[in-house]
């Protein structure tokens, strides 16, 4: 139940907010800017088709609202590119087509029609490529291998030498494995072909190295395919590779990986981190969609791919349309910073969706109560409660509260520091020493001025957020102002005297440089302010009253959002 005696704060409560907009920063709505991606995640194939309708759904009540919605064709388009496409077999046709192509030119080499053998197998290495980890996967010879060699030998016959190397060292990057079968290739072409694989483990200009490595959480001895050829195992495996196009896939089973592009371009070794579990449970052929063999590893896995596709998409937000054993469930997450997202809040849902059910799962999406929407109108607006505004305020209030007073600590500190600088003037032995002392006592003085008045001004703009509601000026705020007022007395004291001088008689003067006292005394008026504003919170308070109805606003909340590279606090709403 709703207190009766909970005044409106208006007045105070703006002159915080306007406070903090110059601190902090201006206040930005809790989803203005950020970015949104609807996600599928099943624990049986089949009833992709189904989460897929509740996903549109689900797309459709969010763009309504308003937010900003990363659609599914670009979704699957960017994570074909960061977490690899899906594997596509080579077509019969073409994979018959090289057998038959592939004994027509071993017939040329072997009876010296040179170029003859490299117009039929050159314009075909070049469509290898697209299908190079689909034709190679079978293990033993490769009919792929053994046609480029054949025509390294074609190069060879014909005397050009260094044709043959660079051919050679396709072969080694089309099948990075290659075995040499001794009845089909003489004795110059596998010879050059043991030179050039050794150049390349020795590195050099026109090589490379491949890492690819699986995470912590993946799991180990899955196949680490280059072109279709497993070239080691997980957790990892580091490989000497020609430079030029690569398709790397990490197998933990039976069904093909899908397929990561890697290009060497340059000498220096290539790095390729491949989330396997994911790799594995990913789909992009109509929508981004998640496919678990059963609920333990939907629910042990979900948070943590779902963290890797907010990054790859550049998301702040996802909802996961997630079914299970036949439930429905739409998941909230917040992507954060860790290497797991962070889940917000939950809702079951009941087919058919409706309107009823879109409003639920927004007010999950924008962080409220699943049950806020319960009992109103169409047309009414989702609003968190009045106790959960509080909560949010308090969290804020007590936040920049703890952020001020920590900074007041710090800044006597700083003070100190600038007094001990200031007295080294007078002792420095050369002239040198004596100007850098005087320059150090200056550089420091601005820093402690600045600090006190960011944390003045926080500890400030906090009060109007942390004081508890009271009928009229409770007598304990008069006590506290009482102390402000001595501060701003032993201020003007400081404001009044003259500090101690710094100086230094045998290389100047007496008196260069004072102590800070003035320093000191704006110190003082800066931490006496939040003591003033207590009593002065609660004279506005009971000037402007109760709202209608006693209660204080509801539409009232804070946020803090903290990043790498700074933070914003937003408070809103009827102040």
């Given amino acids: 139940m709703q207190s009766d005696r909970a005044p409106s704060r208006p007045l105070a409560r703006c002159a915080a907010h306007l406070i903090l907009l110059c601190v902090v920063g201006a206040p930005t709505p809790a989803h203005a800017q950020e970015r949104w991606v ?9 009833e992709l088709p189904r989460a897929n309708a509740i996903a549109q759904h689900v797309s459709a009540a969010l763009e309504a609202a308003g937010d900003v919605l990363v659609g599914p064709e670009h979704a699957s388009a960017v994570l074909d590119s960061e977490m690899g496409r899906p ?6 046709e073409f994979a018959a087509h090289l057998t038959e192509v592939s004994q027509r030119v071993l017939d040329d080499v072997a ?41 390294v030998r074609a190069e060879l016959q014909a005397h050009h030498a260094d044709r043959a190397r660079e051919r050679a060292r396709t072969c080694l990057r089309l099948v990075p494995d290659l075995a040499v079968d001794e009845s089909l290739h003489p004795r110059s072409v596998r010879e050059l072909l ?8 020795a590195g050099g200009a026109s090589s490379s190295s491949l890492s690819v490595q699986a995470s912590a959480t993946d799991p180990e001895g ?6 279709g050829r497993v070239m080691g195992r997980t957790r990892g495996a580091t490989v000497a590779l020609p430079l030029g196009r690569y398709a790397v896939q990490v197998e933990c089973g039976t069904d093909p990986g899908r397929v990561f592009a890697v290009e060497l371009a340059t000498p220096d070794p290539v790095p390729l981190a491949v989330p396997v579990e994911l790799a594995a449970a990913l789909t992009t052929d109509d929508g981004v969609a998640l496919s678990y063999g059963s609920v333990g590893q939907l629910d042990a896995a979900l948070a943590r791919h779902v963290a890797l596709i907010a990054r790859a998409l550049d998301v702040q937000r996802v909802l996961v349309v997630a079914i299970a054993t036949g439930d429905v469930t739409v998941r909230a997450f917040e992507r954060g910073e860790g290497m797991v997202a962070s889940l917000s809040g939950t809702v079951p849902v009941v087919e058919p969706v409706d309107d009823a059910a879109s409003r639920r799962v927004l007010d999950v999406a924008h962080g409220a109560s699943p049950d806020a929407s ?12 009045a106790a959960q505004a509080d909560v949010g305020l308090a969290i804020a209030g007590g936040s920049v509260l703890g952020l001020g007073l920590l900074g007041m600590g710090m800044d006597w500190y700083l003070w100190s520091e600038a007094r001990a600088r200031g007295a080294a003037i007078p002792r420095a032995p050369t002239t040198g020493e004596f100007v850098a002392a005087q320059r150090s006592f200056d550089d420091w003085l601005p820093v402690v001025g600045l600090v006190g008045a960011v944390s003045g001004a926080l500890a400030t703009a906090a009060m109007p957020l942390v004081l508890p509601d009271e009928d009229g000026v409770p007598w304990w705020s008069w006590l506290v102002g009482g102390v402000g007022l001595a501060a701003v007395g032993v201020a003007s004291y400081f404001f009044a005297t003259d500090g101690e001088c710094y100086g230094n008689t045998a290389l100047m003067s007496a008196c260069t440089r004072r102590a800070p006292n003035a320093l000191a005394g704006a110190l003082l008026l800066e931490q006496a302010a939040p003591l003033l504003a207590v009593p002065i919170t609660y004279l506005i308070r009971a000037a402007i009253g109760p709202t209608q109805g006693g209660a204080r606003a509801a539409d009232t909340g804070a946020s803090l959002d903290l990043g790498p590279s700074g933070g914003t ?3 809103t709403g009827n102040f």
């Fill in 38 to 46: 609807v996600l599928t995640a099943v624990t049986d194939p089949a």
């Fill in 87 to 92: 594997f596509v077999d080579a077509p019969t």
């Fill in 111 to 151: 009876f010296g029609r040179n170029q003859r053998a490299m117009d039929a197998g050159e314009p075909l290495l070049a469509e290898i490529d697209v299908h190079a980890a689909a034709l190679s996967r079978a293990e033993g010879p490769s009919t792929i291998g053994n046609l480029c060699l054949f025509l």
């Fill in 194 to 201: 043991a030179r050039v694989r050794q150049e390349i483990a």
């Fill in 222 to 227: 899955c196949a680490i395919r280059i072109n």
């Fill in 374 to 385: 319960d009992g109103r109108d169409d047309g009414d607006e989702a609003a968190p409660s």
């Fill in 569 to 571: 606090l937003s408070v």
